[in-house]
């Protein structure tokens, strides 16, 4: 179940960080209320999910979830610049998290 609320997280802050901006620096009340819930709920998830997984495997995914899913956000959505080098960055982000995860799943 580790992993379940890991991906709920990580998809959260994504989110978080996207309502980071709406809210224009905490300017704006309801982008800034909707974010700090957000905040709230990404980090109890990643609490949670730090129960069974170590603690370095579980930041290090949570981070490299909300990074590539805010990259692909930013370049389908927001206009931001793709490319294939920040393509592949993404990718190795991807294989290095996913490579956690298997390690993660070994015995010892």
């Known amino acids: 179940m580790g992993w379940v609320y890991l991906l709920i997280a990580g998809v959260l802050e994504c989110a978080w960080a996207i309502g980071l901006k709406q809210s224009d620096g905490f300017t704006r009340l309801w ?3 909707i974010t700090a819930i957000l905040i709230i709920a990404s980090l109890t998830l990643l609490s949670l999910a ?4 170590p603690v ?4 290090a995914v949570w981070a ?3 990074a590539c899913l805010l ?3 930013g370049i389908l959505f927001l206009k931001e610049p793709g ?3 920040r393509i592949l960055c993404i990718g190795m982000i991807v294989i ?4 956690l995860k298997l390690v993660d799943s070994q015995p010892g």
């Open 31 to 33: 982008p800034s209320i």
């Open 50 to 53: 730090m129960r069974t997984i």
């Open 56 to 59: 370095a495997t579980a930041y």
């Open 64 to 66: 490299g979830i909300g």
């Open 71 to 73: 990259t692909a956000v």
């Open 83 to 85: 490319g294939l080098i």
């Open 96 to 99: 290095g998290s996913v490579g």
